[in-house]
Nanobody, 118 residues
Framework: HVQLVESGGGSVQAGESLRLSCAAS????????VTWSRQGPGTEREGVAA????????IYSDSAKGRFTISQDNAKNTLTLHMNSLKPEDTAMYFC????????????WGQGTQVTVS
């Protein structure tokens, strides 16, 4: 069983930056696909960025591409999302999640961290 805890959210002005962190209770890199997603008020959850197990390739949503960077710190068992040039539409609850490479759905979720951009 893997526990995930997000941190780093807060309230910022448009154009500023934030770094979100997701701490895992144990090492999951290379065996799990990990992702950041978000859900704003009245919106469906959408994927923001992910790192695939195996080749370690990263993908980004169109809105995140060029502004956000996802990375892993294996030594600290953390997943990080660097967010630059934040916009009001980035306001949402951000979640990290993980799934075993051989499963179709994410089974490990954090409680989320709120990001508010004004």
């Amino acid at each position: 069983h893997v526990q995930l805890v997000e941190s780093g959210g807060g309230s910022v002005q448009a154009g500023e930056s934030l770094r979100l962190s997701c701490a895992a209770s144990k090492y999951i890199h290379n065996t799990h696909t990990v992702t950041w997603s978000r859900q704003g008020p009245g919106t469906e959850r959408e994927g923001v960025a992910a790192i695939y197990s195996g080749d370690g390739s990263a993908i980004y949503s169109d809105s995140a591409k060029g502004r956000f960077t996802i990375s892993q710190d294996n030594a600290k068992n953390t997943l990080t999302l660097h967010m630059n040039s934040l916009k009001p539409e980035d306001t949402a609850m951000y979640f990290c999640a993980a799934r075993p490479c051989d499963m179709p759905s994410y089974i490990y979720w954090g409680q989320g961290t709120q990001v508010t951009v004004s």
